[in-house]
């Protein structure tokens, strides 16, 4: 079983920048996981924030809503995802998730098998 783990949310101002990161507890090496970023904001359903690929292509894809201030990487050395958030909004106050899928790649929520338990984003003036 793999054990996810989401760190380095907190408060922001509008405009300002989070990292946030994902590792696995125990001998997992998520270099062979597809590693998505989902978010759960208040009174709203779970959606895709951004996911990159297993392997050594990782090819990374965003919603929309990001695209273009958030950037997900990986660092296999480190065994870590990160979620780099520049230039936050307040809708993006949510709580983020982190989840993986091994050797293969993930559209959808449900196409995970692992999922951490979050991390708070408050962006907020």
């Known amino acids: 079983q793999v054990s996810l783990v989401e760190s380095g949310g907190g408060l922001v101002q509008p405009g300002g920048s989070l990292r946030l990161s994902c590792t696995a507890s125990?001998?997992?090496?998520?270099?062979?996981?597809?590693i998505g970023w989902f978010r759960r904001a208040p009174g709203k359903e779970r959606e895709f924030v951004a996911r990159?690929?297993?392997?050594?292509?990782?090819?990374?894809y965003y919603a929309d809503s990001v695209k273009g201030r958030f950037t997900i990487s990986r660092d296999n050395a480190k065994n870590t995802v990160y979620l780099q958030m520049n230039s936050l909004k307040p809708e993006d106050t949510a709580v983020y998730y982190c989840?993986?899928?091994?050797?293969?790649?993930?559209?959808?929520?449900?196409?995970?098998?692992?999922w951490g338990q979050g991390t708070q984003v408050t962006v907020s003036s």
């Open positions: 125990g001998r997992t090496f998520l270099g062979t996981y597809t």
């Open positions: 990159i690929n297993w392997g050594g292509f990782g090819s990374t």
């Open positions: 989840a993986a899928r091994q050797y293969s790649d993930a559209y959808y929520d449900r196409d995970y098998d692992y």
